[in-house]
Nanobody
């Protein structure tokens, strides 16, 4: 069992900043990647940012230059620093951890945290 606990969401005005955190606990196997997804009402859940075990990152085009993903391997925590927030960033943000279990991958998801960007 793996639990992902998210924190850091809230209400912010356009141009503001927030940092999300996600801590993984439980039976942690080899982590292949950690990522943040987001889902706005009526839309699919989309990848925002990902960081691999080796530290390489990739971002959705819509957040490049504004968001930064990082991780702390010691406490199995992934972060998302969000700067210059826009109203279109409003969504529920979900933490994702992809683990290697045997020869397979296994995904775990956080409970989601609401980010609202509004003036």
């Amino acid at each position: 069992q793996v639990q992902l606990v998210e924190s850091g969401g809230g209400l912010v005005q356009p141009g503001g900043s927030l940092m999300l955190s996600c801590a993984a606990t439980g039976n942690i196997f080899i982590i292949y990647a950690m990522a943040w997804y987001r889902q706005a009402p009526g839309k699919q859940r989309d990848l925002v940012a990902r960081i691999t075990n080796g530290g390489s990152t990739n971002y959705a085009d819509s957040v490049k230059g504004r968001f930064t993903i990082s991780k702390n391997n010691a406490n199995n925590t992934v972060y998302l620093q969000m700067n210059t927030l826009k109203p279109e960033d409003t969504a529920v943000y979900y933490c994702n951890v992809k683990m290697v279990v045997g020869s397979a991958f296994r995904d775990s998801w956080g409970q989601g945290t609401q980010v609202t960007v509004s003036s």
